[in-house]
């Protein structure tokens, strides 16, 4: 605009600056009309000195502010040109990564396969030494057989006593050297499956990072055996005949719950390809839960070995443990949210939940976690997604040449033996020596290593609870 109103000043000028039509070209005007030209003549000048400068300072302004988008895009241009560095450098680290994974991935399998192979080996060699062992047992046997037959039928002597605890020092001796070597072949047996654990345990870390896509288009099997469990509850109720006796028993305490069970309480369960067994269901607002442990007065010993840990013991109103293959039936059908219930001796309380996965007893009941810790607390299960349980008697912890439960207490899903025990020895009161205390009930993230908790609470319940469509 301010280009064309120059122009504009620019043609009136030269219009005031034309001689009149009236006007010869050669006459000489008088001495007033010569006044009159040159007065006329300097406003021309103002006026196109005027116009100049307005189109001076409108080329100087439409020149800065072509600057002006030019530097704008040159910011542009380089942001962007930042932006694509930036984007292949992700790339090139992506696919460097990528490329280490995979032969990570290729290295822990081979070495798999070698400590497998290695295993393998020491075990035949382990039932070829136990044969021997048992072919020199029978044969000494047999000799102190013969011996003592030797001696019945010979007067007894100093020299017969002697050479008779010659022999039975040699037999001693060969004894005491065959179960050096035994000792010696489970050691290396326990330390191969130590490294075998630590291999199957990155293995799963190395599986963690490779995104899995999954089909989430079936729905639960759970809701598919709850509809089944409700229509057989309709059937009971419109008047079909059935007796109880002969209806299908819940597969667990969730789907009391949505069968109208309100009430908290010891019930019969039986989880698809498992016998019946009765569990205590706590029933909320929530739905229900099917208690695995509690802990609240030390009334049941904890310090158990594997059997007791795999069918469970104590009382279900009281302290108890359900047992291993009873949960692992329970959770087969999918994912569940486990929460654990803590409890200290100044009346405060935490809760923990996390969503997971049980292995059967072939996996050591391996406990796999499928995401984050929820709760106010820090993680204290340990930086392993995937844990064994252990007991005195089968050591399947993460930890090289400790046997956690032993050097604890009770049995758990130990990784290094310091993050948590939820089943380790109920102190009535908080001891004063470090030693006993760091083999009470701990949760690392709450209240340290060495404080004993004074009573835990956990309970399972299916993780994908949203309504039927």
Excluded at 58 to 69: A, I, N, P, S
């Amino acid at each position: 605009m301010q280009l064309g109103g120059a122009a504009l000043l620019l043609c009136a000028a030269g219009l005031a600056a034309a001689p009149a039509p009236g006007t010869a070209p050669g006459t000489a005007p008088g001495t007033g009309r010569e006044r009159r030209v040159q007065f006329a003549s300097w406003d021309e000048v103002n006026v196109l000195a005027h116009g100049l400068l307005q189109l001076g300072h409108g080329l100087k302004e439409h020149v800065e502010r072509t600057k002006g988008q030019l530097r704008e895009l040159g910011g542009r241009l380089s942001a962007h040109n930042s932006s694509l560095g930036r984007l292949l450098r992700q790339a090139r680290e992506a696919q460097e990564r990528g490329e280490r994974l995979r032969g990570s991935v290729r290295e822990l399998q081979g070495r798999g396969r070698m400590l497998l192979n290695l295993s393998e080996a020491l075990r035949q060699r382990l039932e070829e030494v136990a044969a021997d062992k048992e072919a020199i047992q029978g044969r000494l046997e047999r000799l102190e057989g013969r011996v003592r037959l030797a001696l019945q039928a010979r007067p007894a002597g100093n020299q017969s006593a002697r050479d008779l605890g010659v022999l039975q020092a040699l037999m001693d001796a060969q004894n005491l050297r065959i179960e050096e070597l035994l000792q010696k072949i489970k050691q290396q047996q326990y330390k191969l499956d130590k490294q075998n654990l630590q291999i199957k345990s990155l293995q799963s870390k190395v599986n963690l990072l490779i995104p899995l896509h999954h089909n989430k288009t079936q729905p639960p099997k759970w809701r598919i055996n709850l509809k089944k469990s409700l229509n057989l509850t309709n059937q009971s109720q419109n008047g079909s005949g059935e007796s109880l006796q002969t209806q299908k028993l819940p597969e667990g305490c969730h789907q009391l719950f949505l069968a109208g069970q309100q009430s908290s309480g010891v019930f019969q369960v039986q989880p698809m390809g498992s016998q019946p067994f009765k569990v205590y269901c706590d029933m909320t607002a929530e739905g229900g839960w099917t208690v695995i442990q509690r802990r609240v007065d030390g009334s049941v010993d904890f310090d158990q070995l594997w059997d007791a840990y795999k069918n469970g013991f104590g009382d279900l109103r009281g302290d108890f443990w359900l047992g291993l293959e009873k949960i692992h039936h329970l959770v087969q059908e999918g994912k569940y949210n486990l929460l654990i219930e803590l409890e200290d001796w100044e009346g405060n309380s935490q809760v923990v939940q996390f969503v997971f996965t049980l292995g059967g007893e072939s996996a050591a009941y391996t406990l796999n976690l499928l995401g984050p810790l929820s709760g106010e607390l820090e993680n204290a299960i340990g930086e392993f997604r995937q844990l064994p349980f252990s007991t005195r008697d089968r050591d399947h912890d993460l930890k090289a040449d400790t046997n956690c439960a032993k050097h604890l207490s009770g049995g758990w899903w130990f990784s290094t033996c310091g993050h948590a025990n939820l089943n380790g020895k109920y102190f009535r009161s908080i001891p004063r020596q470090r030693h006993e205390r760091k083999q009470g009930i701990f949760w690392k993230t709450w209240k340290g290593r060495y404080y004993p908790l004074k009573s835990t609470i956990m309970k399972i319940q299916p993780a994908a609870l949203e309504a039927e469509p």
